[in-house]
């Protein structure tokens, strides 16, 4: 859809008493008007608000709204289009509803716009450009709902995916940290079984040490008991002699 038709506003015509302050605003309007077609938008914004200081009327505000619009004040717009509703006739109402969905369709507030847009068919009914902005406006809630639709499932996979490599990491790194873990075991097995021999050695030295200790004090009983059984044999064969 063309932006410019989705943007299309009008300028109220407006009916002034005949009186002097009339006059007076129906010139400043006029002039506010000519620079608003010349899209001087700033300078027609003064004219309707010095307009507007001569006496208040709805035609006055919906144009003020429209200057504001073009000049870049959206939200001010909103607010003068919402101010303009009070003393208008429907026509002029459902204009002003339009331009404020416009408005906020701008600002990306597809929500209230879509209600502006309700609302200002239920005054104008038969009014295609607000049925055609109204349908621009669901769509883009649609489109809208969607990418956020996309938006979820691809953070709920991101999500997944990012615990899926955390698990793998920590798995990753249990098993770094026992196989770092298992020489360690092993080197201390090892020191234990060496341990174990030098302790079986050492009995071992310590029994065969007893047995050589037992040996050689046997034989040197051995030997004294021989030595004495010589003395008294020598003794008795001393005394055979003298007899």
Known sequence: MNLKRIFTFTLAVMVFAVSADGAT???????GNKLYQQENFNQALVKYIEAMNKGELPEIEFNLGNAHYKAGNLERAGQVYLESLSGADDNLKSKALYNAGNTLLKAGDMGNAVSAYINSLKLNPHDMEVKQNLEYALRQIQQQQQQ?????????????????????????????????????????????????????????????????????????????????IKQRMAGRKSKEKNW
């Open 148 to 228: 956020q639709q996309e938006q979820n499932q691809d953070d709920s996979q991101d999500e997944q995916r990012q615990q899926q490599k955390q698990q793998q990491q920590d798995q990753e790194n249990q098993q770094q940290q026992e196989e770092r873990s298992e020489p360690e075991e092993s080197e201390q097995q090892e020191e234990q079984n060496a341990q174990s021999q030098e302790n079986q050695i050492e009995e071992q030295m310590s029994e065969e040490d007893a047995l050589k200790i037992l040996n050689a004090l046997m034989n040197d009983e051995k030997a004294v008991q021989e030595k004495v």
């Open 25 to 31: 605003r129906r010139k400043l309007v006029k002039d």
